[in-house]
């Protein structure tokens, strides 16, 4: 087609997406691959996952958000490895060269090891996860109106959810709204107020990226709408009839899965150095090492931070991502590249209505102006109009309301 | 539990749910059995399958519904047969028996004995299929951007819309509006615009039980789109190349069905006479002939109206519903039961964007103000005030910019 360098992106997430929009103007090809066809809002998954949003509440075609860049191309593909060398992304159905290239492939749920767990939990990392949470939750309540024995509906009735950081307390914190008032009256043969949720973490306390004081408050929080909360409590099983930690078993037909991540097999393939969670080492420009043509951004990158690393969300992602994009135009000038410095924009995790727990910069908040501050960002940061607006009006509803509009099992029984 | 008479509802539809609604206050045991968890709003199926609507914004969940009525119980479960003599719904996983029971089963798509078809061709009756017909829609015009034969790229672009009745004048025109505006600027290897849309009908006009004169409208109208409308072409070929209509062959990668229905398998096990298309031949209260126990309601039933029957519509089965719960009231008072009688409410489809025609009693409308009223009666019967909220505002949306809020493909490419 063109002379211009191609700019090849693996993931349209927040950071991929980010790198597109940065190089709308840019004299270069652009190439956006992803095997969704469309950018999915990930901070907002929980609610598909707890019947509050519809997946197309949070997604936007990335057809749609590049449409008016003529310089870049959207590919419908899975990439399945990178071969450095040849300069070259193999596709399940092909090849891609590049002159540059852009890994924003994300992460997964990863088992710690032990993979014949995800037999029985659930894990929450796209839309089909959320897609399976809903249904085995909603089902759950379906199986124990139909269930005569009073102990094996007492198992269908314990949703465990180990992990305690945001995703697991937001899981936990809509589990328990859902029961006590989405579901109210609707059952006849049980109250589904008398449903048992329980958070699990492993570690001293939950929300551990957070200051001890909000945790403490979130944690007080979770309690007050019913949650059990086990900190300090590493799963040692999770097999069909439940989880077990350490001696204690506990029953449970749904046992969803918020505690580790991983980055996706790909990175493997640069033939860099990773760190435990199969992230990549990158250099101070977030290049890979001795291959400046290749630049690693988001979850799948381990950039350092004060005593750690930048935390796997979004913001981080996006810095990223723009950062990326002015180094490739100033390599286009003939300037060096810079160095990224995360800018931390603090941190947010919502718990229930009107219940959350925020971080700004020296700032702490909790409670409804917290909760407020994580509506407003979350409603901000969310592409495309309509889904603000649908998303909004959803959550005005939930809010007075309590019901969940997307209470739908698409499974059938048989 | 209770010595009160036990009514059993199979289906949750228009028909069924009708009848659980009217029998809140009655003295009876109401058990509602469906194999959804959700009322589905069917007349907008078709807008899930092309992406303007979710399927939580047309579905409300049973349960939600009945849930103030304390002599209702919902039931998730297939029901498999109907054994008359005992008096029993045989489920998957067990037997439900009844003093009174209710058949409200609809109907599913009919291949007119070619059921090889439906391994190519889509039908459009649940949420499933809308899911699949929406996904490979959109697939179809991902494939073709990296499509680099140009005869293989046209047979991608094709879509075939089989059935002029008001679900395939729906689906096709909806399908016109997506390629010439929903993905305006968003390929870079071909026009959408420049898709072809065919709707191909056996009969000699499209919404044969339209007056002519607004069929013949209606086909104007689409013809204006761009939809290429073929009358009096029965397909005689459906295969994974495409459609055959005799001698001509159509290459398309994406055939949809809209053409026959067919009763579900359980109206055989009634032991009743049925019709061509399964349906019951039921007496004037529209009981089954020899066993007033038992109602056959909605599409599963066929009720003499004119010369023919009452047509297979959400009017006509709500006002069955309605029918055999009052029929139900009386016999508890000792009273016989009434005959129905149909009243013709007239009859609606809609085009595209500002297009539709409506027939009411003498009336005849098209263009604006039939979309108009299209519009208003199927917000006035859609279940659940969120509902209706959230369609008409993304239907005003769709309006101003032609965007479509559901562009989601679920499935992954590998």
Redesign the interface.
């Known amino acids: 087609m063109s002379a211009l360098p191609h700019v090849v992106i693996l993931g349209g997430g927040f950071g991929g997406l980010q790198v597109a929009l940065e190089l709308a103007r840019a004299p270069l090809r652009v190439t956006l691959v992803d ?4 950018h999915l809002f990930q901070p907002l998954l929980y609610q598909v996952a707890t019947a509050g949003l ?4 949070i ?1 936007v ?1 990335l ?2 958000v590049v ?2 860049q003529a310089n870049t ?6 990439a399945q490895r990178i071969e450095p060398e040849r300069r070259v992304v193999v596709l ?1 159905d092909g090849e891609l060269a590049y002159d540059r290239l852009v890994v924003a492939t994300g992460a997964e749920s990863s088992w710690f090891g032990h993979d014949e767990w995800a037999l029985h939990a659930l894990p929450l990392k796209d ?2 996860d959320a ?1 399976a949470i809903r249904s085995r939750i ?2 759950a309540f ?1 199986a124990a ?2 269930c005569e024995d009073p102990s094996a509906r007492e198992r269908l009735l314990t949703f465990v959810v180990i992990g305690g950081g945001p995703t697991g307390v937001e899981l936990a914190g809509a589990l328990a709204e859902i029961a006590r008032h989405t ?6 043969r049980f109250e589904p107020g008398s449903a048992r949720i329980l958070l699990v973490e492993a570690g001293a306390r939950v929300l551990p990226t957070f200051p001890e004081e909000l945790a403490r408050r979130a944690q007080a929080a979770l309690a007050g709408m019913g949650v059990v909360v086990r900190t300090a409590h590493p799963v040692t099983n999770i097999d069909f009839d439940g989880v077990e930690l350490g001696p204690e078993r506990i029953r449970s037909a749904t046992v969803l899965w918020a505690a580790g991540v991983h980055t996706t097999p790909i990175t493997r393939t640069l033939g860099a150095p990773l760190d435990r969670a199969g992230r990549v080492h990158v250099a101070p420009d977030l290049s890979l090492p001795g291959r400046p043509e290749i630049t690693v951004i988001g979850d799948a990158a381990a950039v350092p931070w004060r005593s750690g690393t930048v935390p796997g969300m979004s913001p981080g992602a996006m810095q990223m991502g723009r950062h990326v994009a002015r180094n490739l135009v100033r390599e286009l000038r003939g300037e060096p590249p810079l160095a990224f410095v995360y800018r931390d924009k603090g941190s947010l995790a919502t718990i229930g209505r009107s219940k959350a727990v925020a971080v700004l910069g020296r700032l702490r908040f909790s409670g409804f102006p917290a909760w407020m501050l994580w509506v407003l960002v979350h409603v901000f940061y969310l592409i495309g109009f ?2 603000r ?2 998303v909004l ?2 959550w005005a ?1 939930l809010y007075w ?1 309590k ?1 969940r ?6 499974e ?3």
């Open positions: 095997q969704n066809n469309h519809a997946v197309t509440d997604a075609p057809r749609q449409r008016g191309t959207v590919l419908l593909a899975k399940a839309s089909r897609l909603l089902l379906e109106e139909r579901l109210a009256r609707n059952f006849r309509r889904n607006f649908v009006t959803g509803w309301t019901q509009g997307a209470r739908v099992i698409l059938r029984p048989d």
